[in-house]
């Protein structure tokens, strides 16, 4: 499978932990963005990379996360001290330029009880 | 901050019947996307319109993008069971470096066989 890849599919955590996701963007594809996506809502950008530069940060992005890119292929997204607003579908796309089309991951489904 | 409003919000219809999806907003757009969404899944591209008053055609289904380039319409002919799914619309804006989509609040859509 040569699409965009994210794991865990879905993580459940205790208020207070910290959790990371991964995300594998297609070989090749110069650009990855994350977004979330809460129940009955379209998802919302929250930050992108262009290699391993990160360009653009929402004001959804609050110091509780952080993403990174370090090797501009795969990346990370890390919440620390979850809070119960945070559970959410956490869904990363890539693409090979800025003409192209962003292709979306299965993304990861975080509940924080 | 780009808000695009999607109408419906929801909308369960009988098979074979024709509907419309519509996709507004005050700010005007590069390009607009459609996507549709499977539950506990990542969206998929659809369509993308770029050039005002385009008319794209994919199967029983016909995109329109405003002459404004600032809404866009998603009419479905004839629909069948496998269209059901979450509609998205996605504007982006290629300004400064400005390269995150923007999504709509989605159109749930049911087909009732």
């Known amino acids: 499978d040569t699409g965009v890849s994210q794991n865990p599919r879905h993580k459940i955590t205790k208020r207070g932990q910290n959790v990371t996701f991964r995300c594998d963007p297609i070989?090749?594809?110069?650009?990855l963005y994350w977004y979330r996506q809460t129940l009955g809502q379209g998802p919302e950008f929250l930050t992108y990379?262009?290699?391993?530069?990160?360009?653009?940060k929402s004001r959804l992005l609050s110091d509780r996360f952080s993403a990174e890119r370090p090797k501009g292929s795969f990346s990370t997204l890390e919440i620390q001290r979850t809070e119960q607003g945070d559970s959410a579908m956490y869904l990363c796309?890539?693409?090979?330029?800025?003409?192209?089309?962003?292709?979306f991951g299965p993304g990861t489904r975080l509940t924080v009880l | 901050t780009q808000l695009l409003e999607q109408s419906p919000q929801f909308l369960s219809i009988q098979e074979g019947e024709n509907l419309t999806v519509y996709c507004n907003s005050s700010?005007?757009?590069?390009?607009l996307q459609w996507y549709r969404q499977e539950p506990g899944e990542g969206p998929v591209l659809l369509v993308t319109v770029v050039t005002g008053g385009e008319v794209k055609k994919l199967k029983r289904l016909t995109f329109q993008f405003g002459d404004a380039r600032k809404d866009s319409s998603l009419h479905i002919t004839a629909a069948q069971p496998g269209d059901t799914g979450l509609y998205l619309c996605?504007?982006?804006?290629?300004?400064?470096?400005?390269?995150?989509?923007?999504f709509g609040t989605g159109t749930r859509l049911t087909i009732i066989p």
């Open positions: 990379f262009q290699n391993e530069a990160q360009l653009e």
């Open positions: 996605a504007g982006e804006l290629r300004d400064f470096g400005n390269e995150k989509l923007t």
């Open positions: 796309a890539s693409r090979r330029g800025v003409d192209n089309e962003q292709f």
């Open positions: 070989s090749e594809h110069n650009r």
């Open positions: 700010s005007v757009f590069s390009s």
